[in-house]
């Protein structure tokens, strides 16, 4: 019995390890520079640690606004429109979805305001947040898409455009790449959930008749 739960389990971790992303510092909480409330970082910094500035710059938010996850985020216009990158392991052929929150420097204005994603550089995703939050509530909006991965390595970028008020941008924040199970991964899950299930009914079945 233990020997299947066994088997069971490590399939399952062998099967989500094999194409698991490795995104780091999501919620950009790392970085060998202190934000305050809030300071400018140009292009091409990698201060943030996992992230490169790689163009204009951005403000790395400290406490000037409540982030959505964690202390701290990105206001990807500092003194210029600005992007910020980080290239992650991926599979080749395998889908991910890729999730992050979004809002608007409140200090813009209300114009609404874009975020530019891009996959290894290819065509930009636009999302746009309508910037009705405040600086005591930004009202972050959590946005995702899915990709197939080309390569064993994906750039995943983050841009701001003209859209940005005098130069406060889209914000950005709680950035998580996660693999998008396969049929067969979810046939495997499924099988391994019930031989745990089975065994679990079996051993309370032989407590309660040695009882």
Do not use: K
């Not at 980080?86 to 890729?98: A, L, P």
């Not at 930004?138 to 994906?154: C, D, E, K």
Request: charged share 10%.
């Amino acid at each position: 019995m233990y020997t299947r739960i066994t088997a069971a389990t490590a399939a399952l971790l062998l099967a989500g390890s094999a194409s698991a992303a490795t995104l780091i510092n999501g919620s950009f909480e790392m970085s060998s520079v202190d934000p305050g409330v809030f300071t400018t970082i140009d292009s091409p910094s990698t201060a943030i640690d996992g992230w490169t500035v790689t163009s204009g710059s951005i403000d790395y938010i400290g406490t000037y606004w409540a982030a959505s996850q964690g202390i701290r985020s990105i206001d990807l216009a500092g003194n210029a429109i600005g992007s910020i990158a980080q290239s992650f392991d991926t599979v080749i052929g395998q889908s991910y979805t890729v999730s992050f929150d979004m809002a608007a420097n409140p200090d813009g204005g209300t114009a609404p305001r874009n975020l530019l994603v891009s996959i290894d550089g290819g065509g930009p995703l636009v999302f746009t947040h309508p910037a009705d939050g405040s600086l005591g509530a930004m009202n972050w909006q959590t946005n995702s898409f899915t990709f197939v991965a080309t390569g064993t390595s994906t750039n995943l970028a983050f841009s701001a455009d003209d859209s940005s008020a005098g130069f406060y941008g889209a914000t950005l924040d709680n950035v998580l790449a996660s693999v998008v199970p396969e049929p067969a991964m979810w046939a495997m899950m499924i099988g391994g959930f019930a031989v745990t299930g089975g065994a679990i009914r079996r051993r309370r079945r032989a407590a309660v008749s040695l009882a």
